[in-house]
């Protein structure tokens, strides 16, 4: 038995990385978790126990590929290393990985090798980096002034609307004149990202645009840290903890917060606003892999506060406007304060159900007050129904009441398998349609296992009956506006923005919307030459 002991102790300090332990080292999403994963070229983060004898730093570049005995290898490849301890290391994914695959990862020591962890990896799953290096809170963004001179971006040194700040993030995908592994990123020319990116603003669901970016890439003389220098615009809400979210080609960061102030200084907090939204929706649903239909009636409601002036929806284009571009984009990892902060109504009595009223409890799900139920089938059917609050925690008693129209029937048939052609026009033609509705028609072809899509979305009034999506064309030559490949279809019906039903409830300061949808789904589709 004593001949034993050393093998046994040998074998106790094996490394062994937790499982999910593979994490963006910025906004630290575990596998499973929206735009998880890492990203070849951008930096990620393992944990786990007896990953190294003692934490040592890379102290010059290129970064090594073993520190204190330790190395990471990616699919074989090894991989460069910031940063080993016993419970973590920060390593720069390999760049010559294949995207949308998982693959091992397996960390070597004197003591041998661990397990090999299959991980997911990326195109792009974006994270920026936070002051407290925590996933979320204040991000690492820097004030940028006319003299080319910056400051951390903190509560006390807000910026104004109209200036420029950067932001630090990695997982952004992709880059022009990249570096090779380890080795900082050039100044001339610099790493310009091949795909452009978008920066929202803003509570989740009132989040705002900012249009103009002066640099998206690596920052220069940094390894698989990216930067994105934009303006903030005019009127982007001002607050000492607004949002900010990176929505990249696949992928959108985590919300971490920036502070804004007209002329900078000191932020201030616009006062508290509450509101609500409550909707009936039915589904309809055919394929896609036989032509079977299936129904969800479903009741959904929200009540929720937050600053005044970031409660305001976003100016909305047009509802009759249409748009063709990349859609589906997965939603990024959730921080507190990202969306605002939902409240407690009460039960809802739901009644004017053919089959009886209904209750629905307030139910917690990740730390949020959510409403929501299946109803039983024909529940959603044209006539009235009425919701009646018993009052909560926050939002008193109410009643409010609204009138469903009958559904649309869609005339064109969509059974799985059906060809859209590429070389013509494709119509959607329906009846029953009303003018206090609209119908909104998407058509969308999905890249990379469901993780973006192409999309085009065409929107009429429901009276109209028809919708067309029609041919783009390139000098003479007219092309449909989306690829050849597998594709479905979603037409949704909805009020006109004048015919939405709004209600008053002692709490919500801006009162509540009631409003119903209908939405058909047609799966198993084909884009191609007839």
């Known amino acids: 038995m004593v001949f034993l002991l050393p093998a046994v102790a040998a074998l106790s300090q094996q490394p062994v990385i937790n499982p999910q332990g593979v994490v963006n080292a910025a906004s630290f999403a575990s596998p499973g978790q929206p735009s998880s994963g890492i990203v070849p070229g951008s930096i990620a983060s393992l944990f786990g126990r007896n990953l190294a004898p003692v934490a040592r730093q890379a102290q010059a570049l290129p970064l090594p590929r073993s520190l204190e005995g330790t190395s990471v290898r990616v699919n074989g490849i090894p991989a460069p290393l910031f940063y080993v301890s016993p419970q973590q290391i920060n390593f720069q994914v390999p760049s010559g990985l294949p995207s949308f695959s998982e693959l091992p990862v397996v960390v070597t020591t004197a003591a041998g090798a661990s397990e090999p962890v299959a991980v ?30 910056r400051t951390l971006n903190t ?80 009127y982007a809400p001002e607050g000492c903890a607004v949002p900010l979210v ?4 696949v992928s959108s960061s985590q919300p971490v917060m920036i502070s804004i102030l007209r002329g900078g200084g000191q932020c201030r907090d616009a006062p508290p606003a509450s509101f609500a939204s409550l909707r009936w929706q039915k589904t309809v649903t055919t394929g896609p892999q036989s032509s079977a239909v299936s129904t969800q009636e479903t009741f959904m409601a929200t009540f929720a506060q937050g600053p005044e002036n970031q409660v305001v929806p976003p100016p909305a284009q047009s509802e009759l406007a249409g748009s063709c ?106 009846k029953s349609g009303t003018a206090e509705a609209v119908v909104r028609m998407r058509i969308a072809y999905t890249y990379y296992q469901g993780f973006a899509e192409s999309a085009c979305e065409c929107v009429a009034l429901a009276s109209e009956g028809e919708l067309t999506l029609g041919m783009l064309s390139s000098g003479d030559r007219p092309y449909f506006p989306l690829p050849s490949g597998d594709a479905y279809i979603v037409v949704t019906v909805t009020p006109r923005a004048g015919q939405v039903q709004s209600f008053s409830a002692p709490g919500l300061t801006l009162g509540g919307k009631h409003e119903w949808s209908y939405e058909y789904r047609f799966y198993g589709l084909r884009i191609g030459s007839p």
């Open 120 to 149: 997911p990896v990326m195109r792009d799953a974006a994270g920026i980096f936070t002051q407290e290096s925590r996933g979320c809170g204040q991000g690492a963004v820097q004030n940028i002034f006319p003299d080319g001179s």
């Open 246 to 249: 990176i929505r990249d080609y």
């Open 325 to 430: 571009g990349l859609g589906a984009i997965r939603l990024g990892p959730r921080c507190p304060g990202g969306g605002p902060r939902t409240l407690d109504a009460g039960a809802l009595r739901l009644e004017g159900l053919p089959g009886g009223p209904a209750t629905v409890t307030p139910a917690s799900s990740s730390g949020e007050i959510v409403y929501s139920a299946t109803l039983p089938p024909g529940s959603i059917r044209s006539g009235p129904v009425r919701v009646v609050a018993a009052g909560g925690t926050n939002v008193g008693a109410f009643q409010t009441g609204i009138s469903i129209p009958p559904p649309i029937e869609i005339t064109t048939p969509l059974p799985p398998g059906t060809l859209i052609p590429n070389n013509q026009p494709f119509r959607l033609t329906w």
């Open 155 to 234: 509560p006390a040194q807000s910026v104004s609307p109209g200036s420029f700040v950067s932001v630090y993030a990695t997982g952004l995908g992709p880059v022009y004149f990249g570096p090779s592994d380890g080795q900082p990123a050039p100044r001339d020319p610099l790493a310009i990202k091949q795909s452009g990116v978008a920066v929202l603003l803003g509570l989740r669901e009132f989040a705002r645009l900012a249009p103009v970016y002066t640099y998206a890439g690596l920052a220069p003389d940094l390894v698989g840290v990216y930067q994105i220098d934009f303006q903030i615009p005019e």
